[in-house]
């Protein structure tokens, strides 16, 4: 079964309204064999906040060295953000191996008039997969109330209702104190409840859960919490309290109900396992949640916060009174089934509104929604059709020192947010064989691929858009004479793939067709430009035209960097005594010192620094010793006619090395240390994103790629996004995609093959392959991989990219400048 007919079977199963009481999941379950029954379970009910307490709880126990499964609802972009191992979506193939097992029960289930629905079908896949990778603890979002929601066919180990306001009054009661009684049934068996609900609700409560462990700033609470307020712009600082224990830390999620939640999850997590005061605050501090009080940017300020009820529009409306701005615009988009007058209300009064309509069916009409806020006084209302459009015309009318706020609905959310976080990966098309894995990648279905993939000769672009979009987009190629295959999964409520394929002046005259059009499509047509750098050729004339680039960065003869001028070798300087390939060698200062300055001379226009192994079974390094063993060479080599990088994955060794002279953090576990984005942006330093499962490498750890390349493009653009909201700016964000972690040999040379790809993250491109393991697949051992090496070297600059990284450095360089010279003779010339 292909991945678009699986996701098309579980959207169709919406059609089923939601029914209380978990007998049909059980039995869905039953069909599976039971999978939940050899899981410990979290169950997170609430009103408001327990997506974010789910987050926190399950970030803490990775910390703590746990495998666990998250599962939550709704999605901001992909089906597959529901159901998440270890922090990794489930794979499309898991998707479809899922629905093949269950599509017969399922419809057969239906001919009776007891179809599961979307969300107990969808309940069901997420136990079934933590039940396949075997996870240590499950944690799982409750959906509506707690007695009869689907997520209760489990037995608990650790529960908690994080809050209670009137909600579903018609499925779970039309009190506080009756909705309160339903999410109670949500309480363990041999422990207590955690809620952060007081008063009468909180009576409520205690009458079904019996013990009950309170989270609150009150003095009286069982855990009591306090909201440091701002530690920066993007977190806030809390501080824990309970018999036993306390511990001060941030969390990225603003705002006093979320110190409330970050209490909720500490109490949960230790009562599931034996965690430290320091897994629960670096798990806190690392528990990013998308959506919720997103700090975007901050010239203008701008955040994503997905309130969509008017409780979640006062804890908003608190937490940005916290922020200094001048004026504030308000881009608004909710469903039709929303309090619209009380949200509005809730929410801190606007300079402006701009109302719009996410791309779903249940959306509000965007004038009924404008009316609504012209009845609550706002001087300055205006409509946009698309929520990309309103997003443009809120910051284009907003100065540095204003706020832009998107709220309303997550779904509002989740489409500004493609703003930052979209990608049209360029394919690489040889032949009609790459043709048809580009479209069958894409979901393509196999008549599409027949009928289009001899039209894939010119130029290819994979990217992800509203169904409208796609289709907008596939009329406008045809008529140009191009070519577009659209996903078998076509909905207008969700994202679909697309493949566009078209000569450079088909493009061209796409993108110039869409530069004023609504519904998103100029930022459409501008992304297309860049990614296709269409407008290269004029950019290069203003420019050194005798240097040579690599494909991704272009050029910039004012950065600061060697990498935006041409591919630099990035020469590999380990001094530790037992990194794979050269241990021992300088871990001397003086060794260190002239090995520097020889690969110096050799052409390395970059000295990467290592004082810790992350080669398969490395014992960690304390963080003084790490310090001890670097910093004394950086600050011998700072004068070096070259950009000095430090190779650590600690922020208080980053720190260290930044100050004795380093221009770069490399950082190989992708900003895992919570503080290490701060640190490099308060250096106004260099930052290189690796991808990585695990830092040092865990052997033969078995990871499900659907596609390598694509999988790791999209989460280095979260880790990117992560970086930028920090306070660095994405031209100083070097992207590696971690070649040989986590991913088997032939994994590492697909990576390898399509380098170019990784253009679509806007970021210049590191390849690190140097000696790696991935060579004994083409026959090269240990000791014996230096020519394997320089073939890559030549590969990798010959893809586009900017930055290789190697040991031996005379041989790679002469490698690279071939590449380059060959790639283009005419304008090539090392100077």
Known sequence: MEYYEAADFLFGLRRFRPKPGTESTAQLLAHLDDPHESIDCVQVAGSNGKGSTARMVERTLREAGLSVGLYTSPHLEDLRERIRVDGRKIPRSAVSEYVADVREY?????????????????????????????????????????????T?????????????????????????????????HVAPDGAPLVTGVTGDPLDAIREVAGEVVTVDTDSAADVRVAYGGLANHTEAAVSIDAEGWDLETRIPLPGSHQAENAGIAAVLARQVADVTNEDVERGLRSAHWPGRFEVIDTEPLVILDGAHNPGACE?????????????????????????????????????????????????????????????????????????????????AESDPDDCVLV?????????????????EIPKRIRDVDDATDA???????????????????????????????????????????GECAIAGLDRDDEHVDAVLMGTLDQFDRLTGSLADEPHGLAEIGRELRETLALDADEAATETDGDRPTGGTSGDDAGSRYPWH??????????????????????????????????????????????????????????VADEID????????????????????????????????????????????????RFVVADHDAGLVLMHSIDAPVVPDRDVAYDDVAEDVIDQLSERILLAEKAGIDREDIVVDPGIGFGKSARESFELLGRIDEFAALGCPVLVGHSHKSMFGHVGRDAGERSEATVAASAIAADRGADVIRVHDVPENVAAVRTALAARDPERFEWT
């Open 407 to 423: 709220s309303g609905s997550l779904f509002a959310v989740a489409e500004a947010r493609t703003r930052w976080t979209g990608t």
């Open 565 to 622: 001028d041409r591919t630099a070798v990035m020469g590999i300087l380990n001094v530790t005594p037992d990194s794979f390939h050269d241990g021992g060698e300088y871990d001397a200062i003086e060794d260190a010192v002239a090995r520097a300055e020889t690969m110096v001379d050799a052409g390395a226009t970059v000295i990467d620094v290592g004082g810790e192994s992350t080669r398969p079974g490395a014992d960690p390094v304390p």
């Open 152 to 184: 209760s066919v489990v037995d608990p180990v650790a529960s908690a209702v994080t809050s209670v306001t009137l909600e579903h009054t018609g499925i779970i009661g039309d009190t506080e104190e009756a909705i309160a009684r339903d999410k109670a």
């Open 439 to 481: 479209l069958e990648g894409a979901n393509v279905d196999a008549a599409g691929v027949a009928r289009t993939r001899g039209e894939a000769v010119h130029r290819v672009v994979k990217t992800s858009l509203q169904s409208r979009q796609a289709r907008r987009l596939k009329e406008d190629l045809l008529r140009l004479g």
């Open 106 to 150: 399922v419809t057969d289930r239906g001919a009776d008039g007891e179809s599961p629905t979307f969300f107990e079908t969808m309940t069901a896949m997420a136990l079934w997969q933590f039940g396949q990778q075997d996870v240590d603890v499950a944690v799982l979002e409750v959906g509506i109330g707690g007695k009869y929601d689907a």
């Open 315 to 395: 804890q908003l409306a608190e937490t940005l009174g916290s922020y200094d701005y001048d004026d504030l615009s308000i881009v608004f988009g909710a469903m039709h089934d929303k309090d619209h007058g009380e949200m509005a209300a809730a929410l801190p009064t606007p300079d402006r509104v701009v109302t719009t309509e996410p791309p779903l069916d249940r959306a509000e009409d965007r004038d009924v929604l404008a009316a609504v806020f012209e009845r609550a006084g706002v001087e300055t209302v205006e409509t946009e059709p698309a929520v990309q459009d309103a997003l443009a015309a809120a910051l």
């Open 629 to 676: 063993r670097v910093v004394p060479v950086i600050e011998r080599i700072s004068d070096l006619d070259a950009t000095i990088s430090i190779d650590t994955r600690k922020a208080a060794v980053a720190g260290a090395a930044l100050e004795a002279g380093a221009d770069v953090v490399n950082d190989v576990s992708g900003l895992e240390d919570p503080e290490m």
